[in-house]
């Protein structure tokens, strides 16, 4: 690699950081929390003695886990604005990101919630808990434990695919890469240089889920 490819690697690396700090991380940060209540609601839906809901919250997760992720940014960017419902890039990007992680992680909860066995409901019932009391302060503290690792492997997928949003023009680390390469065609170098960032944040994740894990695992046994 020639000196010059060099000096425009490091000259590269503080705008690129900046693109992940303004951009990338605050993108997968708001979907994945809204994305989280979306799935919770969608989860007990799911769960509901109401068919309706049941037949509505099925119908979105087949709609969602059936359809790739860009094709959901595109209609919600490109497509929405052909009905006359123009949403600028961030916020599109972060609908479509929620959506996303709504349809996968309510699964994922869904599950957590019935690995709860059956009598803790009977017996919060019992004492005179009713069923949002009992969601709040039985079930879901101990379906979180089990919820845990599926999530973080979620959040750690959000921010890989947050690079997605660079097709609709939002400045994150990716689209920050291509418009420091466009004038050079330095793209294999500034690409390169995006990738690492991109593993550098996902390892310090795994790191930390790995971390809360054994966190929660203690606590359960005690």
Known sequence: MDP????????????????????TIPLTVVSFAVGLVLALL???????SVAVLRWLATAYVSIIRGTPLLVQLFIIFYALPMLG?????FPSAVIAFSLNV?????????????AVPRG???AATTIGMGYTLTL??????????VAVPPLSNTFISLVKD?????????T?????????????????????????IYWVLCSGLSWGQQRLEQHLGRYVTV
Do not use: C, H, K, N
Not at 42 to 48: I, Q, Y
Not at 136 to 145: C, D, E, I, S, W
């Open 162 to 170: 947050t690079s997605l949003a660079s097709t609709v023009m939002v």
């Open 42 to 48: 969608v989860a007990l839906a799911r769960l509901s």
């Open 172 to 196: 994150e680390l990716l689209r920050r890469a291509q418009e420091i390469a466009a004038p050079s065609y330095q793209f294999l170098a500034l690409y390169s240089l995006a990738a690492v």
């Open 102 to 114: 709504g349809g996968y992680a309510a699964e994922t909860i869904r599950g957590s919630i019935l």
């Open 120 to 122: 803790q409901w009977e």
């Open 136 to 145: 709040r302060r039985v079930v879901l503290p101990q379906a979180l434990r």
């Open 4 to 23: 010059a490819t060099w000096e425009l690697i490091v000259r590269s690396i503080g705008p690129l950081l900046l693109g992940a700090v303004v951009g």
């Open 85 to 89: 419902v123009v949403i600028d890039p």
